[in-house]
């Protein structure tokens, strides 16, 4: 997929890159969640190009010339998100998991977004606990690697389906494989998947920090919004996005039958996102 490349220089001074596909008069801007990065979202953006120009930010932490830094969280991720929104003026936003939570809290902390699209951000929210798998990644990650730790990833974050009934020590040698493979013949200019495994722990920080920082302030929230779900999401997905859609009675809410957390992904049904969203942001 053909893309330009750009950065912005966020609050902190650090030099965060995009890329930009598109050609479209509108600018939005695409947030991807955890274990991606802005590769991920080639094929929607590409699809939203003819109405939209999408920038897709590289989150801090995924490159090695752009490392997390000291104090990331939520307040960082912000402060990113807002110095693109700013540069392109983008009013636009779409955010998937934990790239949702990010452009939720965008939202409620600066002012600048009028219509947000939320594909099932992790909160902890009226008992659903999402978060739940993550001690057993971090102990995976430090006692086993990557392909153990993207074992409890799938088995905390997976769709529903079989793959979730094969047992550890099945997936962990499989994957190590895959993984392998993946960081031979990844596309040059992107981030091969055994470099994004270790970044799941960034996710974690937003996911802790988002209790404190997101959950009380939903109703502060003045963006038009729509809710994005996937049928076959894991239960505890599902249940945040119903607490979120109660605190948000006038947000638009649209479940996409047999897909689940990751339709937006290259992987996934992105034509099927691309739909909704060009829809959506077109008013």
């Known amino acids: 997929m053909k893309y330009c490349s750009g950065s912005v220089v966020s609050a902190d001074g650090t030099v965060v890159t995009h890329r930009v596909i598109g050609d479209g008069a509108t600018p939005v801007v695409l947030v991807h969640g ?29 490159r090695p010339e752009v490392p997390a830094g000291e104090g990331y969280g939520l ?13 392109v003026e983008a ?6 998991s934990s790239g949702a939570i990010i452009a939720l809290y965008t939202a409620i902390q600066y002012a600048g ?15 659903a ?7 057993r990644f971090e102990h995976a990650m430090a006692t086993s690697g990557p392909a153990a730790g993207m074992v409890e990833v799938l088995k905390g974050t997976g769709d529903r389906s079989p793959l979730m009934l094969v047992p550890r020590w099945v997936l962990t040698p499989l994957l190590r494989i895959a993984l392998e493979k993946d960081a031979k013949q990844h596309p040059s200019g992107d981030i091969p998947l055994l470099g994004l495994i270790p970044t799941m722990r960034l996710d974690g920080v937003l996911q802790r920090e988002s209790v404190t920082l997101v959950n009380p302030r939903i109703g502060e929230l003045r963006s038009e919004v729509l809710l994005l779900g996937g049928e ?21 809410r ?26 959506f942001f077109a008013g």
């Open 34 to 62: 955890g274990m991606q990065a802005a590769q991920n979202f080639a094929r929607l953006a590409d699809m939203l190009g003819s109405r939209y120009t999408a920038y897709i930010p590289d989150r801090r932490g995924r």
């Open 129 to 135: 606990d999402p978060a739940k798998w993550f001690p």
């Open 75 to 87: 307040a960082r991720e912000a402060e990113d998100l807002d110095a693109l929104m700013r540069t």
């Open 254 to 279: 649209v479940e996409l039958k047999g897909t689940g957390h990751t339709a937006a992904d290259n992987r996934g049904v992105p034509h099927r996102v691309a739909r909704l969203l060009g829809d």
């Open 232 to 252: 076959k999401s894991a239960h505890p997905l599902r249940l945040g996005l119903e607490a979120l859609a109660r605190r948000l009675p006038n947000a638009g």
């Open 113 to 127: 977004i009028e219509k947000l699209a939320l594909y099932e951000p992790p909160l902890t929210l009226d008992g």
């Open 91 to 96: 009013r636009r936003v779409f955010g998937l």
